[in-house]
């Protein structure tokens, strides 16, 4: 059984950095893409990153490339998401999803999902 666990989050201010984790276990992900999406308040949940576990390949959303740089640990399972330079418009529950094949950015494509952490940026 596939579990993710995020976890990393809190509450911070602006211009401050955050490093996110995501602890896969249940089976093996090298054939896998791993990706962060982000859910605002009222807002639908948004892609923000993703992996390919094999080769390291990443993708970025626009609103957080050159801030946000996502990788993994194949030692331990894990998938990072590091934040830096946060801005109040990055507060949102952060999930962690993972999908067999290539990297989708449309989170109805990705099979697993944890159960999120809380970013909040305070200006």
Known sequence: QVQLV??????VQTGDS????????GRTFSSYAMGWFRQAPG?????????????GSTYYAASVKGRFTISREN??????LQMN??????????????RAGNIRTRDREYAYWGQG?????SS
């Open 117 to 121: 952490t809380q970013v909040t940026v």
């Open 75 to 80: 030692v331990r399972n894990t998938v990072w």
């Open 43 to 55: 807002k639908e949940r948004e892609f923000v990153a993703a992996i390919i576990w094999s080769s």
């Open 85 to 98: 330079s946060l801005k109040p418009e990055d507060t949102a529950v952060y999930y962690c999803a993972a």
């Open 18 to 25: 955050l490093r996110l984790s995501c602890a896969a276990s």
């Open 6 to 11: 995020e976890s990393g989050g809190g509450l």
